[in-house]
């Protein structure tokens, strides 16, 4: 009896990780086909990646490599993000197929809005760092530049840079949605946002003042948005702490 129960213990436990191989292999497969259509638009991705410093880039300026593989690493590097990201759906399919017949469903009913508006959080703050942040983050680096100081920027450095930048404010475009979700369990309030407004400004004017150049307009340009994501959240939380506690009353 307890070596057939031990049995059929194992049995669920050797199917899910049956099922977990299956939905890794499918996000490989579509990964890789993804990373061949997008190694083949290597050239168009990299100088879409590129235009923002090429933009402010002095005259006699120009992108190095200093090691043999570099240049075939760097485009291996954006063929495989940008892979990720052209497969991102089927990857997140799979996710929502393995994890969703454990959730509840209350619980379902938000994973799926999540996963949409987070990816268009995601765009939209990818986005503003290359339109806005981007220009003037190089444009300031550039003005250091002189009769003999001329910026020769390495491939490996401004891709790095320019990746990290990208995702570090997709991230941050994700604030309201994550408070609202966060306050959907109870975890903060709207007053405890707002008795940190300060510390945020702080935050914000800092990390405007070192991103951006010196001058108020440009810190400004980056500040405010950031600003109003902070506001947005405080309001998504204070709308939402509202219905709670009428639902608590009910």
Known sequence: MVQQSSVDDKQPFLSHLKELRDRILVCIVATGIAFILTYYFKEKI?????EPFVKVMPEKSSFIFTGVTEAFITYFKIS????LFVSAPVILYEFWMFVSPGLYEKEKRYVYPFIVLGSVCFICGALFCYYIVMPLVYRFFVSYAAEFIIPMPDLKSYMGLTLKMLIMFGLLFQLPLVAFYLAKAGIIHHRMLSSKRRYAILAI???????TPPDVSSQLLIAIPLWGLYELSIVIVRVFGKKERVNEKA
């Open 46 to 50: 990299f100088a879409f990646l590129m």
């Open 80 to 83: 495989f993000v940008a892979a």
């Open 205 to 211: 004017v800092i990390v405007s003042a070192v991103i």
